[in-house]
Each structure stands twice: as structure tokens, then as C-alpha cells.
DNA sequence: GTCTATAATTAGATAGAC
DNA sequence: GTCTATCTAATTATAGAC
């Protein structure tokens, strides 16, 4: 890929992110990248096709890893690898909170965008932690708390300090980022998880 | 209040929940109202206040239910009003979503809107919260879930399908405001809780 | 209180020189 | 591959009639 479009992407990924699709224009991308407006056209057709590729290049990454995970986790128990996950997760929401906030974004009403993103990158990575939930819940528990909802429960709890870092920052006067902060949240949504799966707190050790 | 400020905030709330502040068009909100653009002028002078506008009329449902929670739980203990709590503010995310989504959207980083937000609503109600987790969990797991960590995985758990509903819905084919749903999500969310504070899911009933 | 008209700025996108 | 120049449409905001 030739610098400059990769100039851009970095740049367009920050933008969308921070100010969504409609808020973001190409003029501001062009003036970070120390380009001009006109160029991003030229390497990248329009405004929409930026936001594309932007994203594609953002999921990239994660579904790298997921798929990593996925071989080293071989004869791992569901349980255990589900608990290295979520480990991983929150790391993965402190280093790329764009990938939250521009989910959060689209996200709030249908649209051929989203619609877009999630058959292309979103609906695989939750149905393969869906599935590990369900292996994971202990009998019964299912009911109560359906691997779905607690899907959404474990990605809304890991991203929320991270995709709303102000929100953190304001209350606290630190940033969510700082590494011991999300070492502890790390742990905290490990020992999370650790309850929901029924797992007792006195007889469990480190997980990562 | 006139019936047209009314309208018009209305409908700005609506906008500038699925769109952010910056995606947001005093255009768009007029054609919605009926009304022309320079008449929201004449009724809020800027954009920029008729967004704080916006978001008292937001906030100050919220806050009267909470205050009134506070009156009704003299006598409870912190963990029942903790359940009682959480039960509410899933079904108070089912119908105001764009509370949530306006703070995700303003609260990716700090700027004079957010600081203001914080300041005015979100802080007060986060401090109550943190206080009643604070009180409610088992002696020593404070350190391994602090009360803010536990607030920031409660209030983003409870939210996301809420405050992402094209998200929940391209999954699932099925809106996340289902009052089933709701419900379903409700359950999940106080037997998470109950499972943080330690309480036996066998021993413990029906908790609204 | 609501309108029309309009100013000043900015948006995304195209044409064409180099 | 990058620029300048420019088009058209949309943006927030103001002035002034009714």
C-alpha cells in the first residue's frame, strides 16, 4: 500500500471514530495528512468508500488475532479460553477503542453502512464467542442468562471506560489507557466472567 | 413551555442521538418540526444551547425517577436497592436510549459540551452508584473488582444493546426493546450483579 | 412567533494542469 | 500522484417583513 493512502486511512480511521461518518469531513482528514482535499478522491472515490476501507483495514488487525487465539487455544477448555479472552478483549478496547465507537456510532439505527459491517466483520467474531458462552454457562444458567445477553454484557462492560475515555477521565482525573488501569479492569472483568460461569473465587488462581 | 419549543426539542434530542452534534442539522431538525430554520434561532439562539436545552429535558426525567428511588429505598438494604437499581436502569436504557448515546457520542474526547455534561448530570448519579457497590461487595473483592470498574461494566453492560439497537437486530433479526426482551436483559443484569456480590443464585428469589 | 431572503462558510466532488 | 481552480449543495446565523 503507498504511504499516502496509508496516511490517510490512519488519519480517516481517528476521524470517523472520534466524529462518525456524518460528522467527519474529507477536507479535515486531507488537512491532518498535510495533503489536499482533492487527493483523497483520487485514491479513494468518495467519502463512503473511504469510511470502507478505513474500516477494513481496522477489523483486519482483530480478526488477525481472533484467529491466532483460536489456533494456540487448541485442547484449551471452553472456559479457559473464554477467560484469556476477555482477557485479550479489554486490552484489544484499550488500544483500539475506534473499533467500539464507530460500532456505537453506526450502531443506532439501520443503515446500508452497518448493515455492511456487520455481515462483513461484526456477526462472525460474536457467533464464535456465543458459542464458547454457551459451552461455558452451567446448566440452568442459560435461562437466567442467555450467551447472547451475555455477550453483550461482557462487550458493553470491557469497552464502556475505554470508548468513552472523557467519561472516564472527567470522573476520575486519570485516563482509562494508563496501563494498571486496564490491567484492572482486566482483572475485574475476568473475575466477571469467573462468576458468571460459576467458578469459585477462593479456588481460582491467576488466568492470564 | 411553548408547544413548538417543545417539538423542536423533541425532535433535537432524537438527532442528536443518532446523529452526534457535529452529524446534527438545525435544517434537519426543522423540516422534522414542520417548522423553518431560522425559527429555532429565534427559540434558542444557537445550536450549540439548543443541544444543552436538549439534554436538561433528557436528564431531568432521569434524575426525578432516581431521587424518587432513593426516598422509596429508606429502610432497604444497599444490595436490594442495588438489585432494584440495576432493574431499573436496564428498562430506563430500553426507553431513552439517547441518553447513552449521547454520552458515547460526546464522550469520545474531552471538549467543553462533555465537561459540561459531566459536570451538570452524569457525576452526581455516578458518585450514588459507585457509593451503593462500594457498600455491597464482600469484603476483599474491592480490590480485585473496584465499585468505579464495577459502575463502568453495570452502566455498559445494561446499555449497549439499547444504545446499538441496529446492532442486537442485525444479529438477531429481532428489535432489542421487545419488552421480553427487556425483561430477559433485565434478569441477566441483576444475576450478574447478585453473582459480583457474592449472593447464591439458589438462594435468592425473584428480586424486583 | 413565524416567515422570506440572504450572508458567509463549508461540504463532497470534478476538470484539468503538471 | 498531487496540485489549483471551481461547481453545486448544504451549513449556521442574521435582517427584516408581517
Known amino acids: ?26 477536507s479535515g482528514i486531507a488537512r491532518l495528512c498535510g495533503v489536499t482535499q482533492p487527493l483523497i478522491h483520487y485514491h479513494f472515490a468518495s467519502k463512503e468508500n473511504l469510511w470502507r476501507e478505513a474500516v477494513d483495514l ?40 475506534e473499533i467500539a465507537q464507530i460500532v456505537l456510532r453506526e450502531g443506532t439505527h439501520r443503515n446500508p453502512r452497518f448493515d455492511w459491517l456487520v455481515e462483513r ?29 451475555v455477550v453483550f454484557v461482557a462487550m458493553g462492560g470491557a469497552n464502556l471506560m475505554f470508548s468513552a475515555p472523557a467519561f472516564f477521565e472527567a470522573l476520575t482525573g486519570r485516563s482509562p489507557t494508563a496501563p494498571e488501569i486496564v490491567e484492572t479492569h482486566a482483572d475485574a472483568m475476568v473475575a466477571v466472567v469467573d462468576r458468571i460461569l460459576g467458578i469459585d473465587p477462593a479456588s481460582s488462581g491467576v488466568s492470564s
Open 1 to 26: 500500500m503507498s504511504p499516502t493512502r496509508e496516511t490517510i486511512l490512519r488519519h480517516a480511521i481517528h476521524e470517523f471514530a472520534a466524529h462518525g461518518f456524518e460528522g467527519t469531513s474529507t
Open 58 to 97: 481496522l477489523f483486519a488487525e482483530v480478526t488477525g488475532r481472533f484467529g491466532q487465539m483460536r489456533l494456540e487455544g487448541e485442547g484449551q477448555s471452553p472456559r479457559d479460553l473464554l477467560r484469556t479472552l476477555m482477557r485479550r478483549f479489554v486490552h484489544q478496547c484499550a488500544e483500539r477503542p
Open 121 to 149: 466483520h461484526l456477526s462472525p467474531l460474536i457467533a464464535g464467542i456465543s458459542q464458547l458462552f454457551a459451552a461455558s454457562l452451567p446448566s440452568g444458567q442459560a435461562e437466567v442468562m442467555p450467551p447472547l445477553h
